[in-house]
Each structure stands twice: as structure tokens, then as C-alpha cells.
């Protein structure tokens, strides 16, 4: 699987968007991107996914840059319960693997 | 809706012990993981698990680790002989629902496990 770069932290205030970038410049065609989050010692929340279009559901907008090379997570109105680390994971296909977690982003809401 | 259990939310026990963490996925989920996450450390895939058998496991995954899933509900990660180490937060996730085109996995919210 592709390795991932996320900036280690980010601030954003409450009702703002937040977005939070993740390179994976050596990402294959047959990769996704993935979005995870963990809020304090819970365990991971699937947010979404996408292969090169962008993407939007109830969470989240994800924005794939055409080289496919960088994404962008988008809380359109972040709230306090939206602190959390953010992962993003590349890996492929949808299938069943196993996820592999790195450091994340940890965003803090600020109110 | 529906999400993934486990028990006991919190174990304690002493080394050499055997425990087993127990888990219900959901209930019409095909896929069957564990991972766990040492304190302030990254989330560790251990194994996954598919009809039946172990379809992928890591190297942290060794002979003292098993799982099974006894019945049609649950599944359990056996640890025979813990150690100081082993100490940590496990987490189980379920995915891959029959006629679906993917599969995201959804975690239960862990079992702490304290090795004394």
C-alpha cells in the first residue's frame, strides 16, 4: 500500500471548515484513499473513501487531486466533536484487507 | 443502527494468564478483524478472518494469539500466555456486507487490556 504524509496537527475554529491535506505521491491506480477517525481512545470511525472523483457524503467531502498524488478532507462546519486524528489511508482495491493506520492529523476544534 | 460490541470494555490480569476478548460483529457482516493500539501509539492490524479461517494476519499475529468465532455471532481474540507488553487497547471491526460493492470497516470501541 501506498505510504501517506499528514501534517501532525491543525487547528480550526468551530463552524469553520477544516481540511485536512494527506499526500501519497506513489499511489497506484488500483488504490483508494481512505478517511478514517479516532476520537480520543474510541475506536476508528470510517468516514469515506473514493479512487479519483470527488466525493462527499453526511461527514465529509474528499477532494483527489487529477494526478491523484494528494486528497483533501473537508469538515464543511467543523464542531467540537469533530477533534479527533485523522487517517488517511491508501490501499488496494475495496476489498477486504487489513488497514494500515500511520500517525494521522490530530485536529483540535477550537470553540 | 447497528455496531460492533465488545466485552469486557476493561481486563485486567496477570502475566502468564490466558484471556480471551470477546466481540459480536455485525450481524450480516462477512469480515472479522482485530487491531490494537498500544498507548499513544499507532492502531495495529493483528489478523482478519473470512469464512472461517485467517485470511491475513501480521507479524505481531504469533503462536500465543488465536481466533475463532465459536458460534454465529461471535468472535474472540485468545492471547494464551500475555505478557507486560501485550498491554493495550484491541479493537475488533466487522465489514463487508453480502451484496456489497465494498467494505469499510466499523470498530467497536475496544477492550483495554492491562497486563500486571
Known amino acids: 500500500d501506498a505510504k501517506t504524509t499528514q501534517p501532525p496537527s491543525m487547528d480550526c475554529a468551530e463552524g469553520r471548515a477544516a481540511n485536512l491535506p494527506c499526500n501519497h505521491s506513489t499511489i497506484s491506480g488500483n488504490e483508494y484513499v481512505y478517511w478514517y477517525r479516532q476520537i480520543h481512545s474510541q475506536g476508528p470511525q470510517y468516514i469515506i473513501h473514493?479512487?479519483?472523483n470527488n466525493e462527499t457524503n453526511e461527514m465529509a467531502s474528499l477532494i483527489i487531486t487529477e494526478d491523484r498524488k494528494s486528497s483533501t478532507l473537508i469538515l464543511p462546519h467543523a464542531t467540537l466533536r469533530d477533534t479527533a486524528v485523522y487517517y488517511c489511508i491508501v490501499r488496494v482495491g475495496t476489498g477486504r484487507r487489513a488497514l494500515t493506520f500511520g500517525s494521522g492529523t490530530r485536529l483540535q476544534v477550537q470553540p | 443502527e447497528p455496531e460492533v460490541t465488545q466485552t469486557p470494555s476493561h481486563q485486567v490480569t496477570q502475566m502468564g494468564q490466558e484471556v480471551i476478548l470477546r466481540c459480536v460483529p455485525i450481524s450480516n457482516h462477512l469480515y472479522f478483524y482485530w487491531y490494537r493500539q498500544i498507548l499513544g501509539q499507532k492502531v495495529e492490524f493483528l489478523v482478519s478472518?473470512?469464512?472461517?479461517?485467517?485470511?491475513?494476519k501480521s507479524e505481531i499475529f504469533d503462536d500465543q494469539f488465536s481466533v475463532e468465532r465459536p458460534d454465529g455471532s461471535n468472535f474472540t481474540l485468545k492471547i494464551r500466555s500475555t505478557k507486560l507488553e501485550d498491554s493495550a487497547m484491541y479493537f475488533c471491526?466487522?465489514?463487508?456486507?453480502?451484496?456489497?460493492?465494498?467494505?469499510?470497516?466499523?470498530f467497536g470501541p475496544g477492550t483495554r487490556l492491562t497486563v500486571l
Open positions: 471491526a466487522s465489514s463487508g456486507r453480502a451484496g456489497s460493492s465494498y467494505n469499510e470497516q466499523f
Open positions: 473514493g479512487l479519483k
Open positions: 478472518f473470512y469464512n472461517n479461517e485467517i485470511s491475513e
